[in-house]
């Protein structure tokens, strides 16, 4: 890696490359390095963590833009549930859709809960051991 902690150019535009092709083959190619090249630089831990970090913050991107949407999803089910002109599958997809985010997030709730009440305890029984 470089002093300023970022690859080359060359290997910047292949990550690039990598994050919106289909294949190997094709970043190479849109990235104008054999892919033989591309191979081997995927085995570098240098390129591997750039390109990882990469892959993360363009998730973490798509995840934020779900959030900001969220309140205009509940809204649509919503409404589509609620709205007698609309047909009656559409309504009756649009409320179990709904109720199926809601179990799933109660269930991670409670999940959540009981995960940190098993940790809590674990971390007293340490304690406990310790002493």
């Not at 081997?40 to 390109?51: H, K, Q, V």
């Not at 089910?77 to 709904?98: C, E, F, I, K, N």
Request: charged share 25%; proline share 4%.
């Amino acid at each position: 890696m470089t002093q300023q902690g970022k690859l080359p150019r060359k290997r910047a535009q292949a990550i690039a490359a990598l994050l919106c092709s289909p294949t190997i083959a094709a970043a190479a190619d849109k990235s104008g390095v054999s892919e033989r090249t591309l191979l081997r630089w995927l085995a570098d831990p240098d390129f591997t963590a750039e390109y990882t970090a990469a892959k993360q913050a363009l998730l973490e991107g798509a995840v934020n833009r779900l959030r900001a949407s969220a309140m205009e999803f509940v809204t649509t089910l919503h409404a589509v549930a609620v709205d007698l002109t609309a047909p009656p599958a559409s309504r009756a997809t649009a409320a179990r859709s709904g109720l199926e985010i809601l179990v799933k997030f109660v269930t991670l709730e409670e999940l959540e809960r009981r995960l940190t009440e098993l940790e809590r305890n674990a971390a007293l029984l340490s304690e406990r051991r310790n002493r």
